[in-house]
């Protein structure tokens, strides 16, 4: 399966569009090609419990 870097600010606001649910996580994840399993480690393990990690990082195209 094919990776895209995804660079911080890149992955910091596909987590924010998510959060601020105007419409489905599914829909969204489904837009930029990524997993919803994958959104939901990023989304806490990262940027939303401040936990994220500098500099880019690898999601698998869906």
């Known amino acids: 399966m094919r990776q895209r870097t995804w660079t ?3 992955e910091l606001a596909i987590v924010m569009e ?3 649910g105007s419409r489905s996580v599914a ?3 489904r837009e930029h ?3 919803q ?3 939901y ?3 806490v393990a990262g940027h939303v419990s ?3 990690q500098e500099g ?3 999601w698998r195209l869906g």
């Open 18 to 20: 998510g959060i601020k």
């Open 37 to 39: 399993t994958l959104y």
């Open 50 to 52: 401040g936990g994220g």
């Open 27 to 29: 829909d969204m994840c």
């Open 33 to 35: 090609r990524i997993s």
């Open 8 to 10: 911080a600010e890149e």
């Open 56 to 58: 880019s990082h690898k």
């Open 41 to 43: 480690r990023r989304s």
